[in-house]
């Protein structure tokens, strides 16, 4: 993408203790309003929906930066952020893929990418099956993701049926159908 900058080298890795404030730093410049930053810290203090080992973040080895959209964590800059939390499908257990962050300045450089594969990566080695995101119709399929209409998953608010997605994590495994119940924070 013309005029992204570029993130210099990306280490994506779970997200540890410290990064709270990194990430949230990253969410808000994201975002046109705090409320996704506010979001992440409801749904880490929610033992229901948060899974050790599903928060990711990418992070730039680059001491000397002062780039404003990214915030310091440890040996690097936190320059990227997804979250998988707890959900359910009817009565079945799923993940919600939500949110993923990426400050503007560095969107369109691969670091969503990254970050959220690498996620999606952690939520099968956890053998989980299944993955709901309410997004970009034209962003998410690159993992996977197709219309949830399809299989009878629905939301109990209105939203365009595009952007109402599932992954199924285990080809194996099958796709239920049923209302998707987010976690409290959500507030659907």
């Known amino acids: 993408m013309t005029g992204a900058a570029t993130p210099g080298p990306v280490t994506v890795?779970?997200?540890?203790?410290?990064?709270?404030?990194?990430?949230r730093a990253v969410v808000r410049a994201a975002f046109p309003t705090a409320e996704e930053s506010v979001l992440v810290d409801a749904l880490r203090a929610d033992p229901g929906a948060w899974i050790d080992g599903l928060s990711w973040v990418a992070v730039r080895d680059d001491e000397n930066d002062d780039d404003d959209e990214a915030s310091?964590?440890?040996?690097?800059?936190?320059?990227?952020h997804a979250l998988l939390t707890r959900c359910h499908v009817g009565r079945t257990p799923a993940?919600?893929?939500?949110?993923?962050?990426?400050?503007?300045?560095?969107?369109?450089?691969?670091?969503?990418?990254?970050?959220?594969?690498?996620?999606?990566?952690?939520?099968?080695?956890?053998?989980?099956?299944?993955v709901v995101v309410l997004g970009h119709p034209t962003y998410y399929p690159r993992f996977g993701f197709e219309r949830a209409s399809p299989h009878g998953i629905r939301l109990s608010v209105e939203v365009p049926d595009e952007a109402l997605m599932v992954?199924?994590?285990?080809?194996?495994?099958?796709?239920?159908s049923g209302l998707v119940r987010y976690a409290p924070a959500f507030g659907i």
């Open 95 to 130: 993940l919600c893929l939500a949110p993923c962050s990426v400050p503007p300045g560095l969107q369109g450089t691969g670091v969503g990418t990254a970050v959220t594969a690498a996620a999606l990566d952690a939520a099968r080695a956890a053998s989980e099956h299944l």
């Open 167 to 176: 992954l199924r994590l285990d080809p194996a495994s099958p796709v239920p």
């Open 13 to 23: 890795r779970p997200e540890r203790p410290g990064d709270a404030d990194g990430i």
């Open 72 to 80: 310091r964590s440890g040996t690097g800059t936190i320059v990227g």
